[in-house]
C-alpha cells in the first residue's frame, strides 16, 4: 500500500505458498518476465518517461511512477516464484525453452496519443492473462 497517485490503496495479495510448485512458478515466468510482462511494462513506461521529460513534464512523471508500481508487480510476483521453489529468471519458460527478455519488447513509438493508446492495451492483455492465468 502507498500514498502514490498511480496505484490502488489497497494491499497487496500474500505470496507465502503451502508448499513447492515448480510448474505453477513456470507459468508466472511469462507475467514475470515474458513479452508482455512486468519487465516489459517496467522499461516501456520508464523509456516513456525519458524521452518526453522535457515536453511533457506532469505526463513523464505519471509514467515514471506507473513504471515504479510495475516494479513493486514485479517483485510481489518473483518472490511467489521464489516461495513455489524456483529461481526468477529475466524470461519465460516455453516448450521446455528458456525465452530470455530483450529490449526489442519495447515499442519506441514516441508518439504520445498512439503510445498512450499502446499502453492501456498492453495492460488490459497483461490484466486478462493474470485472470486466467
Same mark, same amino acid.
Given at each position: &500500500?502507498? %500514498?502514490?497517485?498511480? @496505484? +490502488?490503496?489497497?494491499?497487496?495479495?500474500?505470496? %507465502?505458498?503451502? @508448499?513447492?510448485?515448480?510448474?505453477?512458478?513456470? +507459468?508466472?515466468? /511469462?507475467?514475470?518476465?515474458?513479452?508482455?510482462? /512486468? &519487465?516489459?511494462?517496467?522499461?516501456?513506461?520508464?523509456?516513456?518517461?525519458?524521452? *518526453?521529460?522535457?515536453?511533457?513534464? @506532469? $505526463?513523464?512523471? !505519471? $509514467? @515514471?511512477?506507473?513504471? +515504479? !508500481? /510495475? &516494479?513493486?508487480? &514485479?517483485?510481489?510476483?518473483?518472490?511467489?516464484?521464489?516461495?513455489? =521453489? #524456483? *529461481?526468477? !529468471?529475466? =524470461?519465460?519458460?516455453?516448450?521446455?525453452?528458456?525465452?530470455?527478455?530483450? =529490449?526489442?519488447? *519495447?515499442?519506441?513509438?514516441?508518439? !504520445?496519443? #498512439?503510445? $498512450?493508446?499502446?499502453?492501456?492495451?498492453?495492460?488490459?492483455?497483461?490484466?486478462?492473462?493474470?485472470?486466467?492465468?
Amino acid at each position: &500500500m502507498s %500514498d502514490n497517485i498511480c @496505484e +490502488l490503496n489497497i494491499p497487496y495479495p500474500p505470496t %507465502d505458498t503451502c @508448499e513447492k510448485n515448480p510448474c505453477y512458478a513456470s +507459468l508466472l515466468s /511469462e507475467d514475470y518476465a515474458g513479452y508482455n510482462s /512486468e &519487465m516489459t511494462a517496467i522499461n516501456q513506461y520508464f523509456f516513456q518517461y525519458l524521452c *518526453i521529460q522535457n515536453e511533457h513534464c @506532469e $505526463l513523464a512523471h !505519471v $509514467l @515514471e511512477c506507473i513504471s +515504479l !508500481v /510495475e &516494479m513493486r508487480h &514485479m517483485n510481489l510476483l518473483g518472490q511467489l516464484i521464489v516461495n513455489l =521453489g #524456483c *529461481i526468477p !529468471v529475466i =524470461g519465460s519458460f516455453s516448450r521446455r525453452r528458456t525465452r530470455y527478455w530483450c =529490449g526489442n519488447n *519495447i515499442n519506441e513509438n514516441l508518439d !504520445v496519443q #498512439c503510445f $498512450l493508446r499502446q499502453n492501456i492495451e498492453n495492460e488490459k492483455k497483461q490484466s486478462r492473462h493474470t485472470i486466467f492465468a
